[in-house]
């Protein structure tokens, strides 16, 4: 009894210590109005240019990279997101260019988003190592609200990723995917189009899935 109180206790003084730690970043953000969670090994670079549009939650391990500079290389990024976003652990965004991430948005764990990649397909280029080559973006990543992305996604640059789509596990998106589609594989392709329901609320819950994104902190936070 006493060990499992004292594990509670333990429990809620280190959501604390999180949320603290995370509002001190969060105050160097570009913009920042809502409640912000950086789970532990969390990495942020370029605050000043990111802006959150609300509640944000992110797990631990994971990196956001707003980069304004590689090399000789300098660069003005853009990288916003939406109210009430969850990423869960080992996520990836990196951007040179313009990241956009709707409302609601639900991430697993391991997804990849970038808008750039090192040096393109030329002679010159691939005469240099893949480190030594510029940084080059191949355009804006936009998600629109209420997407899911599957464990283990890959979002290349340039593309659109339509509302209320869900892109199952270990796909790389590289094409635009339209609203209310299921997509699937390497590349990424659609095998089945959602009805739109236009008459219901915004939500992460679609036709025929449950919605199982819960408050992952509510538990703690109760403690």
């Given at each position: 009894?006493?060990?499992?109180?004292?594990?509670?206790v333990?429990?809620?003084?280190?959501?604390?210590?999180r949320?603290?730690?995370?509002?001190?970043?969060?105050?160097?953000?570009?913009?920042?109005?809502?409640?912000v969670?950086?789970?532990?090994?969390?990495?942020?670079?370029?605050?000043?240019?990111?802006?959150?549009?609300?509640r944000?939650?992110?797990?631990?391990?994971?990196r956001?990279?707003?980069?304004?500079r590689?090399?000789?290389?300098?660069?003005?990024?853009?990288?916003?997101?939406?109210?009430?976003?969850s990423?869960?652990?080992?996520?990836?965004?990196?951007?040179?260019?313009?990241?956009?991430?709707?409302?609601?948005?639900?991430?697993?764990?391991?997804?990849?988003?970038?808008?750039?990649?090192?040096?393109?397909?030329?002679?010159?280029?691939?005469?240099?190592?893949?480190?030594?080559?510029?940084?080059?973006?191949?355009?804006?990543?936009?998600?629109?609200?209420?997407?899911?992305?599957?464990?283990?996604?890959?979002?290349?640059?340039?593309?659109?990723?339509?509302?209320?789509?869900?892109?199952?596990?270990?796909?790389?998106?590289?094409?635009?995917?339209?609203?209310?589609?299921?997509?699937?594989?390497?590349?990424?392709?659609?095998?089945?189009?959602?009805?739109?329901?236009?008459?219901?609320?915004?939500?992460?819950?679609?036709?025929?899935?449950?919605?199982?994104?819960?408050?992952?902190?509510?538990?703690?936070?109760?403690?």
């Open positions: 009894m006493i060990l499992a109180l004292g594990a509670r333990a429990l809620a003084v280190s959501y604390r210590w949320r603290l730690c995370s509002a001190l970043v969060a105050s160097r953000f570009g913009h920042a109005p809502g409640h969670y950086l789970g532990k090994d969390c990495i942020v670079v370029g605050h000043r240019h990111i802006r959150l549009e609300g944000f939650v992110a797990l631990a391990r994971n956001i990279e707003a980069i304004d590689h090399g000789s290389h300098r660069f003005t990024p853009r990288l916003q997101i939406g109210d009430n976003v990423m869960e652990y080992d996520c990836h965004i990196g951007c040179v260019n313009e990241v956009s991430i709707g409302a609601r948005v639900l991430m697993a764990s391991r997804v990849y988003i970038s808008d750039h990649a090192h040096g393109g397909t030329t002679a010159q280029d691939l005469a240099l190592p893949p480190n030594a080559r510029p940084v080059v973006s191949k355009g804006p990543v936009i998600i629109e609200d209420d997407v899911w992305l599957g464990e283990g996604v890959a979002v290349m640059p340039g593309v659109r990723i339509g509302r209320a789509s869900v892109i199952g596990a270990n796909a790389v998106v590289t094409r635009d995917i339209p609203p209310f589609s299921v997509a699937v594989g390497a590349p990424a392709r659609v095998i089945k189009t959602l009805p739109a329901a236009s008459d219901a609320p915004p939500s992460l819950a679609l036709p025929g899935v449950p919605d199982t994104a819960p408050d992952i902190f509510k538990a703690v936070s109760e403690s």
